[in-house]
């Protein structure tokens, strides 16, 4: 045992001292098996050392890589993305007449998140857009009028613990909530608040999150009463075996919203009184979401995953027009990482008039109204490392009152792009 | 104001909740090939250590790797050394996975015991089992067809033929899928132009191995990396292992882990 000690240490100091050059690996190749041929070292014990002591290598090289970088590199991360789109709207209105709309449209959005020591983060985001919570689309045109750049999100993170976290300022979606659809949350909103979030593992199989958060949502900051909401998601993450596992949540959201200047955002579709909303917003919001790894194996079918899920949702507040929900399906490869990547999803989504405030569901499904259904298929392909292309279709209509359905065919096309 | 105090009132019990307090144990996650090696490992090791809690479960190497960088597993088991992609986002992450190597995989080309090939050639193993060689006369035998006999899809072994001797390509679909080791080499010992693939201990007097690229497939061959089929199988930690990660690990390592490890068919260190 000490003899082979010994040569570990010796073959490791060596390893690490000439790391830098990859010709020393056979060199050390050779001499183990000069070790092996002098009965020094048993060919498994020589293999181990071998390996291990490459592996090393890679892992000191890495290591001394990142520690010579300045301290202000090491502790920032940047990332981004740029979106190209071709969109065409096709609408009919209740006269029966039918409007085609074509654009152009361009997203970018940049973000840096800089580590201020081992437990406390800050993130900035910028990105194209005009303000509109729900997008960051920039539409082009306009005699190639220069386009306006916004603070998407920025927010300090406070870790305490490897479980427990404090975010506070505009945050990013996934810090305040989980949803398996953008049925009452446009994945483009980022919350404006404080939120403590519970991320816990209690058995190899199951972990369990909770997130709190008191949030600013209506601009009408002029009243005394209003203008906030709270926000409260236990949720379980649960592993049948290897091949099935299982999310869920319970949200409840409270939004202060009766009497409150509805907000400029609005659709028009919530309940009215003048002006102000008529009513507050206290939804109870079950999502599950079901996943199935190589579903189709016994058949011969190399399909990654397999999804199913779907969200309802109810306005405690209200008596009529007060619930909603979605529901659907995704299939094809986990991640679209490379050429050839495919993944197609589809979700089935119905929302009356009072189920939720209208400034936040998808502002793509129905121009982002409430009282409305709609089909939404999204094709998305892999291009290459980083890009894809995404065919995203929705079939939407409105169900508010007696009125016609009004039913629109929004089509967007676009290739995406991430660093 | 009423329900926004019920409502923190009903957060804090859930805090509360989701914050127990667990004794030690040790979570190990990773490639479905080193799978076996770990489970029968745990096992044991539970047994003659009944204060230990060893949870294993599969997922893949990446999975494993991923879970070590986050830091919810204690072991990643691995078939792959891990990459340079990896190895950065894990500094970056203040994690420094360290390799451990408990085994080496090695699988042997085998025939029927009749058939007059002796040696063939990675290349031809790949043409053979990817569908454009189905002739025994085109790799220097008798005018036979060549029936092809693999390992099901979900095995371990499968997934190591695929990148070692097939360098990815897939095996061609005529093959005939078996569900053990034990199933192809009993097929081929029962079938005169077979081939298949077979762990190193499962080799049985039944069937014939055949030199790959000249190297006859040995447990010398595979620990010195002469003989092409094979690879070293990893448990990474984070750092050098520690209390119950390098006791396990230690376990697998000594004489009585690395007999379990050639019980299931891999190639022991010692």
Redesign the interface.
Do not use: H, Q, Y
């Given at each position: 045992m000490k003899r082979v000690l010994t040569v570990v240490v010796l073959i490791g100091s060596m390893a690490l001292n000439l790391g830098i050059r990859p010709s020393y690996a056979g060199e050390i190749d050779i001499l183990l098996q000069k070790l092996v041929d002098k009965g020094v070292l048993t060919p498994g014990e020589a293999q181990q050392i071998g390996t291990e002591t490459k592996e090393q290598v890679k892992s000191e090289i890495a290591a001394g890589k990142y520690s010579s970088l300045p301290a202000w590199v090491q502790n920032t991360k940047l990332k981004g993305d740029f979106r190209l789109r071709f969109q065409n709207l096709h609408e009919k209105n209740t006269n029966d007449i039918s409007k085609n709309t074509t654009i152009g449209r361009i997203r970018m959005r940049l973000g840096l998140e800089n580590k201020v020591n081992d437990k406390i983060k800050v993130g900035i985001g910028i990105a194209t857009g005009s303000g509109d919570p729900r997008s960051t689309n920039i539409t082009l045109g306009g005699s190639q009028a220069k386009k306006t750049i916004i603070l998407d999100y920025a927010y300090g993170k406070y870790d305490p613990l490897s479980w427990l976290s404090f975010t506070g300022g505009k945050m990013l979606l996934n810090d305040v909530l989980w949803e398996p659809t953008d049925l009452i949350w446009d994945t483009d909103i980022t919350p404006e608040g404080a939120a403590i979030g519970i991320n816990k593992t209690l058995s190899p199989k199951t972990s369990v999150f909770l997130t709190a958060a008191p949030l600013v949502i209506v601009d009408d900051t002029s009243t005394t009463s209003g203008a906030m909401a709270y926000l409260v998601q236990p949720g379980i993450n649960y592993a049948i075996n290897d091949n099935l596992s299982l999310k869920g949540a319970v949200t409840y959201e409270y939004f202060e919203t009766k009497d409150t200047a509805a907000s400029s955002y609005s659709k028009g579709q919530n309940t009215k009184n003048g002006t102000s909303y008529e009513y507050n917003y206290s939804n109870l919001n079950p999502a599950l979401e079901f996943s199935i790894r190589e579903p189709f194996k016994a058949l011969g079918l190399n399909i990654e995953n397999l999804k199913f899920f779907g969200e309802y949702v109810n306005n405690l507040q209200v008596s009529d027009k007060n619930n909603g929900f979605s529901t659907g399906f995704q299939f094809g490869n986990a991640k679209i990482e490379k050429w050839g990547d495919w993944q197609f999803r589809y979700i089935y989504a119905m929302l009356e008039k009072d189920a939720v405030l209208d400034i936040l569901p998808d502002s793509d499904r129905y121009s982002g109204k409430t009282g409305i259904r709609s089909h939404e298929g999204i094709l998305t392909f892999g291009l290459g490392k980083n890009t894809n292309l995404g065919i995203d279709v929705y079939r939407s209509w409105n169900i508010v009152g007696t009125s016609a359905k009004a039913p629109e065919t929004l089509l967007q096309v676009d290739w995406n792009m991430k660093f | 104001m009423k329900?926004?105090s019920k409502?923190?009132v009903?957060?804090l019990l859930?805090?509360g909740l989701?914050?127990?307090c667990y004794a030690e144990k040790i979570?190990v996650?990773g490639s479905?090939t080193v799978l076996p090696i770990a489970q029968k490992a745990a096992e044991v090791f539970m047994n003659s250590n009944p204060g230990a809690d060893i949870?294993v479960?599969?997922?893949g190497s990446g999975v494993g790797i991923a879970s070590l960088i986050d830091?919810?597993c204690n072991i990643a088991d691995s078939s792959r050394?891990?990459k340079?992609t990896e190895?950065?986002k894990?500094?970056?992450n203040g994690r420094?996975?360290?390799?451990?190597?408990v085994a080496?995989d090695g699988i042997c080309v085998i025939v029927h015991p009749l058939n007059t090939v002796e040696a063939l050639t990675g290349k031809q193993v790949k043409g053979i089992y990817t569908g454009k060689i189905s002739n025994w006369k085109d790799v220097g035998g008798s005018d036979e067809k060549i029936v092809v006999i693999s390992r099901d899809?979900?095995s371990g072994t499968f997934e190591a033929f695929g990148e070692l001797a097939l360098k990815g390509e897939k095996v061609r679909p005529d093959a005939l899928l078996q569900a053990s080791n034990q199933a192809v080499a009993s097929t081929v010992s029962r079938t005169p132009g077979a081939i298949g693939y077979v762990g190193l201990g499962y080799l049985t007097s039944s069937v014939k191995a055949v030199d790959v690229d000249g190297v006859k497939a040995s447990?010398?061959t595979v620990?010195?990396?002469k003989y092409s089929i094979g690879r070293?199988l990893?448990m990474y930690t984070n750092g050098a292992p520690k209390g119950l990660v390098k006791q396990f690990i230690d376990y697998i390592l000594s004489p009585e882990g690395q007999k379990l490890v050639e019980e299931e068919g891999f190639v022991?260190?010692?």
């Open positions: - | 329900v926004f409502l923190w009903f957060g859930i805090l989701a914050v127990p979570v996650e479905t949870s479960r599969g997922g830091g919810t050394p891990i340079d190895l950065d894990a500094v970056t420094s996975p360290k390799a451990n190597v080496m899809s979900s447990k010398e620990l010195t990396g070293p990893f022991g260190l010692k």
